[in-house]
């Protein structure tokens, strides 16, 4: 098969995808007796029609930015980063006890501290998968995947019995300080004007955003993104031409954890303003698909995560407003992921 023009694979084809995904998503909704047309404007009016849904989808948005630029990162060396959400967990880990621990006189210092303690916890949480796919063979799917249950264990031990406060029963960490708190798209003057009410999107929005141009900047401007991107074309090649290959898998991981870990600026630290058990929500493997479908490119994943964030915004108004249940949103995501994955081929066949 001859191979695609540029615009046809970036363009054309997640187009197609989604498509086929929202058609058959409006196969299944007749088929439980609901009006798709109802449900698409339901999903619409509650996702980009008011302040309040785009507040919501624009926070979703940006914890799907971080994931997803994860999983991109570690794709350009040829490997598959499934162990996001356990990155994710313990970055959470990570702003908890820089928010706890240290008493931050401002907000912008306590991002910081938060920023840089969130994506070293997830950055070392990838290393030793990364260390044994490079050392060991040990392969990175099965080894990541497997982290992600060792970070929920951990993650649950450390709430009941170390960070718990006494007399709580829920397990979570005590609130953040006051000084710890994040301003919201609602308290950024010029933003404001727009967001007249409280909602979850905050400044994080900017600093995912921001990765996404230094993602792309170090994979296209410099010479460790070409060395990240010649390894995963061809290990063999890239040997051949002195880069290391131990070198460039944990480089890629030690990045790719990073950038997972620093979703949990977003939600523990922006919107909960505590640590909970499943902080992370499935955000870590929604990266993945948000990847899929944003062609593994950082422009392509802001708008991959846009999509999935008004999908979920979207569908927590269907599960609230019509009959139709929430977990409609999941069938959907899953359409998508089988469209831009598994069928990719077939769409552009």
């Given amino acids: 098969m001859d191979r695609l023009p540029r615009w046809a694979d970036v363009a054309l084809v997640p187009l197609v995808s989604l498509v086929l995904a929202f058609g058959i998503a409006a196969l299944v909704i007749l088929a439980i007796g609901q009006s798709p047309a109802e449900a698409l404007k339901v999903m619409v009016e509650g996702s980009v029609m008011s302040a309040y849904g785009w507040g919501y989808t624009l926070y979703y948005t940006t914890s799907f930015i971080f994931t997803g630029l994860a999983v991109t990162v570690a794709f350009h060396a040829s490997m598959f980063n499934i162990g996001g959400e356990g990155q994710a967990q313990l970055g959470g880990l990570g702003v908890a006890l820089a928010c706890l621990f240290v008493p931050w006189p401002h907000w912008s210092l306590a991002l910081i501290g938060a920023a840089l303690s969130a994506a070293a916890f997830g950055a070392l949480w990838a290393a030793l998968p990364a260390w044994l796919q490079a050392k060991r063979g040990s392969h990175i799917v099965i080894t990541t995947i497997m982290f992600n249950y060792i970070a929920a264990s ?140 944003g062609r593994n490119h950082p422009v392509g994943v802001v708008l991959a995560a846009f999509l999935f964030g008004f999908l979920f915004q979207g569908g927590a108004e269907l599960g609230l407003w019509t009959k139709i249940p929430i977990e409609m949103r999941i069938v959907v995501q899953g359409l998508v992921i089988l469209f831009t994955g598994a069928l990719d081929m077939m769409v552009r066949m």
């Fill in 154 to 293: 951990l993650l649950q031990f450390l709430l009941v019995d170390v960070l718990r406060p006494e007399g709580k029963m829920d397990p979570a960490t005590a609130n953040f300080p006051a000084a710890t708190h994040l301003p919201t798209l609602h308290e950024i003057p010029g933003f404001s004007l727009i967001f007249t009410k409280d909602v979850p999107a905050n400044v994080t929005l900017f600093i995912a955003l921001a990765m996404a141009w230094a993602v792309w900047a170090l994979l296209w401007r410099t010479r460790q993104g070409y060395e990240i991107r010649a390894f995963g074309k061809s290990e063999a090649a890239a040997r051949y031409a002195g880069i290391n290959p131990t070198r460039i898998i944990m480089v890629s991981m030690l990045i790719s954890g990073a950038l997972a870990g620093l979703m949990a600026i977003n939600n523990v630290m922006g919107e909960a303003e505590r640590l909970l058990g499943n902080s992370a929500s499935g955000a870590g493997f929604i990266g993945i698909a948000v990847a899929l479908m």
